[in-house]
């Protein structure tokens, strides 16, 4: 499908004015606008507008997401924070309970802030680099609906569970990696189905314990009514390591439900008994390290360049020009676009279209409607 390009800044205010037209307050749509669209800068469109409509606005409408978010403390030591996000903006809840690990972190070294009933928060990569703007080392992850198989199991237990990890560098962009301990996510299926690319073979595993290939649209509809699911990083079986990305997975659904007693697995999966859209419920937590409680900023930001620039100097394989270290091609993507805009496929463009119709945000027309 044809893509174009919308400006950052009407990018930028339009996200801003869609969800306060859905009832978000003005500063907390600021930071959900700055997280979604921190995705398309990075070149992560699966996460980015491609998403604004279907996972935010629509489940604010649907009544299982609150616009105006509750942050509550449920328990709190110098070190550390349990709360609540009462199914609030899971992007706002999550820039809160980071900031405030960086903040014991500042204070006693590190900081860590589990939360409970929260909804989904975004590009999980934006919340380490919070961490590594001021010299900290950042650590996150969440759970998710119920999609992903275990290793030799075919149905779906947990969600795609991203730990995602930055550390400072000395170079223009910092060690960040941001990705699933499934081979794929939700989100790329998605993504695949909008631009009409097929699944990937390996990625998808049905209840015969096959690989489901073909068309993304009906490999989604089989994920959502339980005949088949995600692979975890690794693939089907042992082979190629897939109980690796299995036991990833498992770490990060125990650390977003065991230390703040919140939901896991099936019950993530946003419906109830009689199949009604609930709330998802969904956990999350937050690792903020100080590295001037070691041997400071400047040190590990020259130490970890050090290492990622000798990784890059290294032998490269016949035919490929040269090595990338995680975060630099999202840099790269983001060095790219930054003069430009926010590609949007056809899909998106119409579901742009309609959310402003729908909210009467009239003063905004879109590239592709002139």
Not at 150 to 171: H, K, S
Not at 241 to 249: R, V
Not at 299 to 317: M, Q, T, W, Y
């Amino acid at each position: 499908m044809p893509k174009m390009i919308l400006d950052w800044k009407t990018a930028n205010d339009f996200v801003v004015d869609a969800f306060k037209g859905v009832g978000v307050p003005e500063e907390d749509a600021k930071i959900c606008a700055d997280i979604l669209l921190e995705s398309d800068r990075r070149g992560i469109e699966s996460h980015g507008c491609n998403r604004f409509k279907p996972i935010y606005i629509d489940r604010i409408l649907d009544g299982i997401q609150n616009p105006v978010t509750n942050f509550e403390i449920i328990k709190e030591t110098p070190c550390t924070a349990v709360v609540d996000g009462h199914d609030g903006m899971g992007q706002v809840i999550g820039y809160k309970a980071m900031r405030m690990a960086m903040d014991k972190a500042k204070q006693y070294g590190m900081g860590m802030v589990v939360v409970r009933n929260s909804c989904h928060y975004g590009i999980a990569g934006y919340y380490p680099t919070m961490c590594t703007k001021e010299g900290m080392i950042g650590i996150t992850g969440t759970n998710a609906r119920p999609s992903v198989a275990p290793t030799f199991g075919v149905e779906g237990m947990f969600g795609t569970n991203p730990l995602t990890i930055g550390i400072p560098t000395d170079e223009e962009f910092d060690f960040l990696i941001d990705c699933a301990s499934s081979i794929t996510q939700n989100g790329k299926i998605e993504y695949y189905a909008r631009i009409g690319e097929p699944v990937h073979p390996g990625t998808i595993i049905n209840l015969d314990g096959n690989s489901v290939e073909g068309d993304a649209g009906e490999a989604l509809k089989m994920i959502r009514n339980g005949t088949a699911a995600l692979t975890t990083l690794g693939g089907i079986g042992e082979d190629l390591g897939g109980y690796k990305g299995y036991g990833y997975a498992m770490v990060v659904e125990l650390l977003s439900a065991a230390l703040q007693d919140g939901n896991y697995g099936k019950a993530l999966n946003g419906k109830n008994e009689k199949g009604e859209k609930v709330p998802y419920h969904l956990g999350h937590f937050f690792i903020a390290i100080d590295t001037n409680h070691f041997l400071g900023e400047d040190v590990c930001r020259k130490k970890a360049g050090d290492i990622l620039r000798s990784v890059r100097a290294s032998k490269k394989a016949p035919g490929c020009e040269r090595i990338y270290t995680a975060g630099e091609k999202e840099y790269l993507i983001w060095q790219s676009r930054k003069d430009s805009g926010v590609p949007i496929n056809e899909a998106v463009q119409k579901e742009m279209s309609k959310v402003r119709d729908d909210l009467g945000l009239t003063k905004y027309v879109f590239p592709w409607e002139k």
